[in-house]
């Protein structure tokens, strides 16, 4: 079985000391770092935007995993490309041409991402899923961090595996929402590749003590 990866979602970070944060968490052994965009449209919260993740960038040699909650993305993605995102996920439902911004991501030499919200049907990937580096899974409504994970959600989690597994590609498959350490092996064991961990982490008061005991936990 392949490592599992963790990534640390920004959000939950003290953007005050978010230098600061991010080195403890890359220390702490961070594989990446999820950084959610939102615009208040697509979803209800405003976050940040390029200039942060440029600003990243500067700061850590992780990848960089941008979490596009934004409508119309296809006109920033190349303002994230410049601004250092190695991977950029964009939401099926905000995007008239998905193929086509795929593919302009993909250009760059970028990874494609594509998720969906908990009531967005899997089957909305059947075309695009062999375009994609990766598949994200949404297991709470987006917009904030600290939110309850979605139970129901287990079952897209396997659905999804067997959808990638079926294209015999080689993409990730990436869970985001309420992931602690009590359900991270449940969410492993669905077939998750990459958890994203935003309170979990960011608000323990150790972040290598935290990560360290999810890591022992799925590795059991
Ligand atoms: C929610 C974001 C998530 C969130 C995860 O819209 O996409 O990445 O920051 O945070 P936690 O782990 O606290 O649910
Ligand atoms: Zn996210």
Redesign the pocket.
């Known amino acids: 079985m392949n490592r599992i990866k963790i990534a640390p979602?920004i959000?939950?970070c003290n953007f005050l000391r978010l230098e600061e944060d991010i080195k403890k968490a890359e220390d702490a052994g961070a594989d990446l770092f999820?950084i959610?965009i939102?615009d208040g449209h697509f979803?209800p919260?405003i976050t940040i935007g390029p200039m942060l993740v440029e600003q990243v960038r500067k700061i850590t040699s992780k990848p960089l995993d941008v979490?596009l909650?934004i409508e119309n993305p296809h006109k920033f993605v190349e303002d994230f490309i410049k601004a250092g995102a190695d991977i950029i996920t964009l939401h099926v439902e905000t995007d008239r041409h998905i193929f086509r911004t795929i593919e302009i991501i993909k250009s760059k030499g970028i990874k494609a991402g594509v998720t969906l919200n908990p009531s967005t049907p899997l089957i909305t990937l059947e075309h695009i899923i062999h375009e994609v580096d990766l598949v994200l899974i949404?297991t709470?409504?987006?917009?904030?961090?600290?939110?309850r994970?979605m139970d129901v959600m287990d079952e897209k989690i396997k659905k999804a595996r067997n959808m990638i597994d079926k294209t015999k590609k080689d993409i990730e498959l990436e869970v985001?929402?309420?992931?602690k350490a009590t359900n991270a092996k449940k969410v492993v064991q669905c077939g998750a590749d990459i958890l994203?961990?935003?309170?979990?982490i960011f608000h323990s008061t150790d972040y290598k003590k935290k990560i360290q005991e999810v890591r022992n936990i799925i590795s059991d």
């Open positions: 979602s959000l939950s999820h959610d939102m979803v919260n979490h909650m949404m709470v409504n987006p917009g904030f961090g600290g939110q994970y985001d929402g309420g992931i994203v961990m935003g309170t979990e």
